[in-house]
Structure formats: C-alpha cells, structure tokens
C-alpha cells in the first residue's frame, strides 16, 4: 500500500482523528470498525509512524499523527475539487495564456481588455510580453507563446496562423514640433516626402513597411532613410530630436511627447492633376494570431472574448 495517495486511507486517518473513536469514526464513513482498526494499522506501518496512541478506554493523537491533520484536510479538499477544477479547465475559466502584444494595442485597447478578462475569469493566468511583430512569430512556431496581437497592413495578416482582426487604423505624419511642416496650413505630399524618414525595419512590419514605400514610389521618390528604430516610442523621440519626420499608426498619436505633433491625412492637400477628396495614406490593422491547433481551452475562451467586442475602428 502507498499511504501517501491512498485517499481512502487518510479519509478514514481524518475521521479517527476527529472522532478520537474508532467506532464513531466507523460509524461516520458507513463502515465497521475492524476495516478502519486494520487500515489504521496498515498506514501506521506502511509510514513508519505511530499516529495514535490507544488504551482500552481512549484513543489520542500522537505529535506525528496531530502534525498530519491539516495537511490531510487539505489533501482531501484539494481531491475533492478536482472534478470541479478540471470542468473548468475543459471549459477555459482555469488556465494560462501567453500573449505578446505590439506597443501600439497597449496604448489603450490592451489595458482594458486585460483588466475586464480578469474581471471574468480570474483563474486564467494572463501572462503579457511586449514584442514586435517577427518575434512574436518566432515565438509562436517554438511555442513559447500561445497568441500574439501583430500589426500589418489590412488583409495581410501572416499566413498559417487562425487570425482575428481587432482594430483598423491610418498612418498619421508625426513631424518635430519645430519644423515647418508643424505648422503649416496644409501638407503638400512632395513637401512631406522629401523630408529624412524616420522608420522602423521591414522585418518588423514587412507589409507596412512596404505600403510606405509604395506611397514613395508611387510619385516617383525614394525615401531617405535617417535613422531606423524598432520600438514606435523610440521612433517618436526620434522625430522629437529632429532627426526626420515618421510614419506612425494613429494609435501611437496617445503617446504624448513634447516636440512632436501629429498631422492626419485630413491635413493633406490634394495631388495636382487629382480631385479635391483628401489624400488616402496607407493604413495598417492590427489582428489577434494563434495557432490553429491550439488545443488550449483558455486561449479559445480568451479569443472568443476578444471576439466578443468586435472590430475596433
């Protein structure tokens, strides 16, 4: 006999302990006695311990066997919930999901949903990592993570991963405070595109770092490349030390930096040789990954409340 998993063991163990009578204690789990005399027995030889003393008129608890009673209450409640506990496993209210996240969706839109996701299903552990775009997909193919929130250009999601769109959103021009373009009425696009870029590497946003080329290439220019940044708050203080003007998604617009200002497609004049409907800039979307044979029931519960709030625009 192995006493330390034989739960029928240490319920009788509890009961003696409890009732400091083997008959009462019988009684209790709807036994005769010599059953629970004999496992008591067995339990004491199977540890090498005495847990109860015992004259004809008494029964007490040894150091060893009083020492037990808590852990075996313990033991037997923790039993007990495991049904209960693996029901909401099955149904994705226990758990854990590790979710990378682009700095763009944790402006706002991430806070809230991490503190309303607690609110209802606080036995999921949700564990949060900031990281771009192409880490987060390294990171999905090791399984190191089990979603990501990555942003691309609309409809270009990366391939091979279940995907759902959470938000959509344009690129807006952040220029240093100080520089013309700051304060001038209207924007003419050839004014702009001459200006040193600020940017991030393709490798980060490969698709939207491909529709800004296109808005380069498409009046005929190459963009001078100034500086290249990862992170989009490092971009910003970039363009706050006039090292160039950026790119940025309207998101980035609640990071509040001093010396930036952020001018929207609105502010854009329209193209010679084009009606007066404002200039269409490349915008960008940001979608929630994972795998789609992802067998992880917190990850479905935490996708379908994310799917619950729909597209964010």
């Known amino acids: ?65 009083a020492a037990l009673v808590p852990e075996v209450r313990e033991l037997l409640a923790r039993a007990q919930a495991l049904p209960a506990r693996a029901r909401a496993a099955a149904a994705g209210e226990v758990g854990r999901v590790r979710l990378a996240f682009v700095s763009t969706i944790g402006f706002e839109r991430l806070p809230a949903w991490v503190r309303e996701f607690r609110a209802l299903c606080p036995a999921v552990a949700l564990e949060l ?42 690129l807006v021009l952040a220029v240093p405070t100080q520089h013309p373009l700051a304060r001038a009425r209207q924007l003419v696009l050839d004014d702009v595109l001459a200006e040193p ?61 001093a010396g930036v200002v952020y001018r929207t497609e609105t502010e854009f004049a329209a193209q010679p040789g084009r009606r007066r409907a404002a200039l269409a800039l490349p915008g960008c979307e940001t ?18 409340f994310v799917r619950e709030r729909g597209l964010a625009q």
Not at 26 to 36: D, E, G, I, Y
Not at 290 to 302: E, K
């Open 1 to 65: 006999m192995t006493a330390s998993i034989d739960l029928r063991v240490w319920r009788q163990f509890l009961a003696v302990a409890e009732e400091l009578h083997f008959g009462r204690a019988a009684t209790r789990l709807h036994m005769t006695q010599p059953p629970v005399t004999q496992a008591i027995a067995q339990l004491e030889k199977a540890i090498g311990v005495r847990l109860f003393d015992r004259t004809r008129r008494s029964v007490a608890l040894t150091p060893a066997g």
């Open 129 to 170: 990592v900031e990281a771009t775009g192409d880490v987060q997909l390294e990171a999905l193919a090791r399984g190191e993570i089990d979603a990501g929130l990555v942003l691309h250009s609309p409809g270009a999601a990366p391939a091979g991963l279940a995907c759902l769109a959470v938000a959509t959103e344009p």
């Open 197 to 257: 870029l600020v940017a991030f590497p393709r490798r980060i946003l490969p698709s939207v770092h491909d529709a800004i080329l296109a808005l380069y290439h498409g009046v005929g220019r190459v963009p001078e490349v100034a500086q290249e940044a990862i992170q989009m708050q490092t971009i910003v203080n970039l363009v706050s030390g006039g090292l160039g003007v950026a790119w940025v998604p309207e998101s980035v617009t609640q990071f509040r930096r």
């Open 287 to 304: 979608s929630l990954v994972w795998p789609a044979a992802s067998d992880n029931p917190a990850l479905a519960r935490f996708v379908d």
